[in-house]
């Protein structure tokens, strides 16, 4: 299973690291919450090297969705 990735859209990114960011292109997730929440997005997509980042996790806010990646979970809120 792969994920396509529209590389005609590019974006640079100042702040991630030390470095500036250009990101690899554009893709469209799915992401189901809760077992019947289904939200559509479009992201950016690049790598990072020598980091890890979840970017734009903005939606489940409104859907009362908290996401802690230091613990490593995800409540209701």
Same mark, same amino acid.
Request: net charge negative; with cysteine; proline share 4%.
């Given at each position: 299973?792969?994920? $396509?990735? *529209?590389?005609?859209?590019?974006? *640079?990114?100042?702040?991630? #690291?030390?470095?500036? $960011?250009?990101?690899?292109?554009?893709?469209?997730?799915?992401?189901?919450?809760?077992? $019947?929440?289904?939200?559509?997005?479009?992201?950016?997509?690049?790598?990072? @090297?020598?980091?890890?980042?979840?970017? #734009?996790?903005?939606?489940?806010? @409104?859907?009362?969705?908290?996401? *802690?990646?230091?613990?490593?979970?995800?409540? @209701?809120?």
């Amino acid at each position: 299973m792969g994920c $396509y990735v *529209d590389r005609s859209q590019s974006q *640079d990114c100042v702040g991630i #690291g030390d470095m500036v $960011y250009s990101t690899a292109g554009r893709s469209r997730i799915k992401i189901t919450l809760a077992g $019947y929440l289904v939200y559509l997005f479009d992201i950016w997509v690049g790598d990072l @090297p020598g980091l890890e980042a979840i970017l #734009g996790m903005d939606f489940m806010v @409104p859907v009362g969705i908290r996401l *802690d990646l230091a613990d490593g979970s995800l409540s @209701p809120g």
